[in-house]
C-alpha cells in the first residue's frame, strides 16, 4: 500500500513545481468563467420559460466547473502512454508492484493536485466577486467533498482504461480526443446536464460521466438533495468499480499480449 | 549451486506481414499473414553466483528477449529456466525482488525530483526496511561517490551521473541478479571509464551475479572475463575472452618503428599490414614463430626504436565471427 502512497507523494511533489501553470489556469479558467456567466445571464433575462435550475445555482455550478475543470479525463496518462510507446513498460513490469495500482496512483495524484492548486483561488475569488455560493448546509458541503472525492477516482478509471487501449492502438491523439470530447459533454462541463433535453436525461443518468461534474456541483448547489444524493454517490462508485475490473482486466489482457508478442 | 540455469530455451514471435502498396494495406485491415521469428532457438547456459559475464550479439540476435524471460516479462514456448531456484515468470512479483535492472537507453528516476527522492520512492515499492535501505544507500553513494548529486533534479544531471544513480537505484533493494542492458551507451570516454570502475568495483566487493548486454567492446573488455555471444537465437560462443580470440583469429600484430636508415626487407612468417614513413605493422601466426623470437630477429636485423606487440582489437573478433555465422 505504502508503494502506491509513495507514487502518489512523487507524483505530487513534481507537480508542485508547476505553480506558475497553476496561476496562469486560473486566470484562464477566471475570464472563462465570467463570459459563461455573462452567456447564461443574458439567456436568463430573454427567456421566461421556466428554467431546471435557479440563476444563482446555475452561477454557482458554472464557477464549480471552472475551478474543477481538470477533474475531467481529457487524456490519456502521458507517463504511462511514454512507457508503452518506448517499451519501458518494461521497467514497471519488473518492479514488485501491481501495475494498474502503480499507474491508477500516479494518475490520481496527476488529477487531484491540480485541481487543487486552481480551485482553491478560485473559490477565495469568485465567492465575493462574481456570484458563486457556498454549499446550501453544512450537510452538503460534505457530500459535496464525498463526491468530489468519487469523481477523483471515477476519473481515474476512466483514463486508466484510455490509457490501457494503447497497449492495442499504439498512436494515443485519437483515443485522447474522443475521450476529452465524450467526457466534457456527458459530464456537464460544457453545459451543465439540467440544461440538456428531456429526452436525453436517462441516457446522461446511466453513463458514468456525471459522476465526475455533475452529481457533485448539485448536491452543492442544493439542487439535489441529500437524500437524492446517496444513490447517486452510489452511481459514481459502482461506476468507478466497474471501470476499474474492467481496466485490470484488459491490462491483463494486454500485457499478456506483449508477453507473447515480445517487446 | 549455479544462479542461472538456462536450458534448450525455445521462444518463436510471431510477426504479421506487411504487404506492399496500398492495397496491401487494406487487405491487411481484414486477413493478416504472420510469419514466425525464432528469437530464441536452444539458448543455454549457467552462470555461477558472483559471475559478471558479458552476453554480447549483433542487433537481433536474440539478447534481449534472453533478458526478457530472465527477468519473468516473458514465457519462453519451451526450456528449462530457473533463476536462483526459481522459474521466473511464476511468481512474478516475488522473482522480481531478487533482479534489479538497468536499461542503458532508459531511466528509471523521476526526471523532475532530485535523485533521492526517486530512491525514497524505489524504497517504498521494494518494501525494503528503512534500516537496511539507509545502509545500502550510503554504502553505494560512498562507493561511487555520488554524496552531491542527491539533491539534484534529475533532469540537470549529466548522462553519465545518470547512469551511475540508475545503477544505484537498480541495487537499492540488494538484488542477487544485475541485468545491465547497454550502461555505457552514449556516455563520454571519462564517464565511460567512471562507469566501468564503478562496475568492477561492484562486482569485487558485492559479487552481484551481473549479465552485461553491450555492444561497446572496451566494456566487455574492461569488465568480463567470460563472454556469451549469440547470434540468430543460439550460443555462438561461450567462454573466456582469450579463448574467443583465439577461435577465430591467432593473429598478432608487431608494430616496429625503425630508426633512421632503416629500410624494409621481405622477411619470412610476417606479412606487412601498414607502414607510415619508418613505421611498420606486420601481422604474424604465433604458431608459427613465436613473438619473442620474431621480436630478437627484427631487433638483430634492423636499426629498431620501439617495438609493441598487439592482439586485433576485439571488434574486429566480433565482426568476424558474426560474419563466420552467417547462414
Not at chain 2, 549457467?46 to 530472465?70: D, H, M, R
Not at chain 2, 572496451?218 to 574467443?244: P, Y
Request: charged letters at 20%.
Amino acid at each position: 500500500m505504502s508503494a502506491y502512497l509513495s507514487t502518489f507523494q512523487a507524483r505530487g511533489r513534481v507537480l508542485l513545481q508547476y505553480r506558475e501553470a497553476a496561476l496562469a489556469g486560473v486566470v484562464t479558467q477566471l475570464f472563462w468563467g465570467g463570459i459563461r456567466i455573462m452567456i447564461y445571464e443574458a439567456f436568463y433575462r430573454s427567456s421566461s420559460a421556466a428554467q431546471p435550475m435557479s440563476y444563482a445555482q446555475t452561477v454557482t455550478y458554472l464557477w464549480l466547473i471552472q475551478a474543477m475543470l481538470l477533474l475531467v479525463p481529457w487524456r490519456v496518462d502521458p507517463e504511462a502512454a511514454a512507457s508503452i510507446r518506448d517499451g519501458s513498460v518494461a521497467y514497471e513490469m519488473v518492479r514488485p508492484a501491481d501495475l494498474y495500482w502503480y499507474w491508477f496512483s500516479r494518475g490520481l495524484a496527476q488529477r487531484v493536485l491540480p485541481v487543487l492548486m486552481r480551485a482553491a483561488p478560485i473559490f477565495i475569488i469568485a465567492m465575493p466577486f462574481f456570484g458563486m455560493q457556498a454549499p446550501v448546509s453544512a450537510a452538503a458541503a460534505l457530500a459535496w467533498v464525498a463526491s468530489i472525492g468519487a469523481a477523483a477516482l471515477l476519473s481515474c478509471a476512466i483514463t486508466m482504461l484510455a490509457t490501457i487501449s494503447l497497449l492495442w492502438s499504439v498512436a494515443g491523439d485519437g483515443v485522447s480526443r474522443l475521450l476529452a470530447t465524450l467526457a466534457s459533454l456527458l459530464s456537464g462541463s460544457v453545459v451543465p446536464l439540467p440544461f440538456y433535453p428531456d429526452w436525453a436525461q436517462p441516457v446522461l443518468n446511466a453513463l458514468p460521466f456525471r459522476g465526475l461534474m455533475d452529481i457533485p456541483f448539485r448536491v452543492y448547489t442544493g439542487d439535489v438533495t441529500l437524500g437524492q444524493w446517496l444513490p447517486l454517490l452510489g452511481h459514481q462508485l459502482i461506476w468507478t468499480a466497474v471501470l476499474v475490473l474492467i481496466g485490470r482486466w484488459l491490462l491483463a489482457r494486454g500485457l499478456r499480449r506483449l508477453v507473447v508478442q515480445g517487446g | 549451486m549455479p544462479a542461472v540455469v538456462v536450458q534448450d530455451l525455445v521462444k518463436t514471435f510471431r510477426v504479421a506481414e506487411r504487404r506492399p502498396g496500398l492495397l496491401g494495406a487494406m487487405k491487411g485491415l481484414f486477413h493478416r499473414e504472420y510469419h514466425t521469428v525464432r528469437a530464441l532457438d536452444g539458448v543455454g547456459f549457467s552462470l555461477q553466483p558472483g559471475e559478471l559475464v558479458g552476453y554480447i550479439g549483433p542487433n537481433g540476435a536474440g539478447k534481449s528477449t534472453t533478458v526478457k524471460v530472465l527477468a519473468g516479462i516473458l514465457v519462453p514456448d519451451s526450456g528449462r529456466c530457473e533463476v536462483l531456484g526459481q522459474v521466473p515468470w511464476q511468481e512474478r512479483v516475488r522473482h522480481v525482488r531478487n533482479i534489479g535492472v538497468v536499461f542503458g537507453q532508459r531511466t528509471q528516476l523521476w526526471w523532475d525530483l532530485p535523485v533521492i527522492e526517486s530512491f525514497d520512492l524505489l524504497r517504498d515499492i521494494y518494501a525494503v526496511p528503512q534500516v537496511q535501505y539507509a545502509a545500502t544507500r550510503d554504502e553505494l553513494v560512498a562507493l561511487l561517490g555520488l554524496g552531491p548529486l542527491l539533491d539534484t533534479p534529475v533532469r540537470q544531471l549529466s548522462l553519465g551521473q545518470r547512469m551511475r544513480c540508475d545503477i544505484v537505484a537498480s541495487l537499492l533493494h540488494r538484488p542477487a541478479l544485475l541485468f545491465l542492458d547497454e550502461p555505457t551507451i552514449g556516455l563520454d570516454a571519462v564517464s565511460k571509464l567512471a562507469v566501468r570502475d564503478f562496475l568492477l568495483r561492484l562486482q569485487r566487493e558485492q559479487g552481484v551475479t551481473t549479465i552485461l548486454t553491450t555492444h561497446d567492446m572496451d566494456d566487455i573488455e574492461a569488465l568480463c572475463t567470460r563472454v556469451i555471444l549469440i547470434n540468430h537465437g543460439s550460443i555462438a560462443f561461450d567462454g573466456t575472452l582469450e579463448a574467443l580470440r583465439g577461435r577465430v583469429t591467432q593473429e598478432r600484430y608487431l608494430t616496429v618503428e625503425f630508426a633512421d636508415g632503416g629500410a624494409w626487407r621481405d622477411e619470412p612468417d610476417v606479412t606487412v599490414v601498414r607502414s607510415n614513413g619508418q613505421r611498420y605493422t606486420l601481422s604474424f601466426d604465433p604458431r608459427q614463430i613465436a613473438a619473442a623470437d620474431l621480436i630478437a630477429r627484427i631487433a638483430a636485423r634492423y636499426p629498431v626504436r620501439d617495438l609493441l606487440v598487439e592482439n586485433p582489437p576485439i571488434e574486429t573478433i566480433i565482426a568476424r565471427l558474426y560474419d563466420e555465422d552467417q547462414p
